[in-house]
């Protein structure tokens, strides 16, 4: 090896040094920088101020199902006084097949994700907001007595609509797993919802999570959001 | 001493190689870290947004329920006031319930086969949930309330059972909805049906007095309760 190539080489190996070091330092300037500081307390502080609302919730909504149990109560003495017998039993029907009231029986639980890994063969492992609703028709098949999905009471004017990762469901926002509870007949359930299309078809071949376990006293909670808001277009025939 | 020299060389050469490869890792890793951190900010901000805006409403049905208690306690002697609150809680289940005849400004919707063509009912319920999710507060399909516990079930002969009734096409949808939702809806479902309009023949009318009427038997929804 001739000097002047030597002196080449140890050229072209201190400059890719050089190059390597410059990259470094802004690296480390980059990881050390005000901004990263900055990054990491937004969203510390996020965290921390939406565990603050979520608690917040919850009391409002300990709360709320407080003063609705309170309103009922006055509500049924008044109609107890006021209306006899016939008109309290039509009351009491009305509510409980608008899905007013708080039920408790036996049935399944059926829960509900995404799939855990993607495998061959697999086309969509996201659960969609129409497999959801085709579940809850499997399982109206089966002539249930009530439905719920993570706790929010299936009426007649549910929607179950995508939300981008999340599905709305009576006007609030829930991310899987989707948890559904069914009072009914825990064998006719089980048999509808195993033996369904969207079972066999969708949900084995894409490895989407489900499971289906009986259980008993499951309580399906009553509506609790605005009822004048969903029946304000309408007007009864008399 | 000039294949040390050369060894030497290559041995600088490698590590230098080395460290380039960490290097460029560390980089991507970094860059990786700070995209992944703006998602989070973003996702979190949403997360946020939403659970105060559910704490809002809860925090307005509380009033309102509040107000209610009030308002019931004040009515207690006022026995007009009592029987006007019976009623009003009376027809508001029973209209969820569907178990009266209501009427109001809606959409008509009529759907036939060209050629003979199946229609699922998993395209009923795609058309039940977007009714839905316009915020429907009544809907029938071929004059079937469609109530909590409505069932969809393909059957023998092409048929749909839709509460314990069979029924055929045409299938005549009928649905009572906020009339600032109607144009939504409407573009909605000529939406759905812009590419099958060859094998099914389609009508959407919009109409100010729709009347659904109350479901046709209670059989199914009684057993239990009593």
Known sequence: MRKNDRKNILLFVFMILGFVLALQFRSVMSNTSQEEISTVQTIESLKKELEREKLIGDSLREQLDESIIQRDAILRNMVEERGGEDITKEWEKARVLAGLTEMVGDGVVITLNDASEIVDGVIDPLLHEHSLYEVLNEIKKAEPVAISVNNERIISTTEIVCAGPTTRINRNRYAVPYEIKVIGDSKKIREAFLNSSIV???FIPNN????????KDIVIPKYSGRIDALINAVEVVE | MNVIRVFTMTLICLLIGTMISWQYKSIDNNNRLVTSQTTSIH??????IEQQRINEEL???LKEINREIDDYAYAKDDMEKVDKTIKKEMREAQILAGLVDVKGKGVEIVIDSIYGFMFYEYKLLDIINQLRAWEAQ???VNGERITVLTEFEWTEGNRCKINGNYYTMPYVIKAILPPENIDYLVYMIEDM???VTRYYDIDIQVKEEIIIPKIKSE???LKYVY
């Open chain 2, 138 to 140: 009544a809907i029938s």
């Open chain 1, 200 to 202: 066999t078809f969708e």
């Open chain 2, 219 to 221: 059989g199914a929804l």
């Open chain 2, 43 to 48: 996702a979190l901000q949403e997360e946020l």
């Open chain 1, 208 to 215: 989407i999570r489900f499971q289906i376990k009986d259980e």
């Open chain 2, 59 to 61: 925090e307005k049905r």
């Open chain 2, 193 to 195: 049906f812009e590419l």
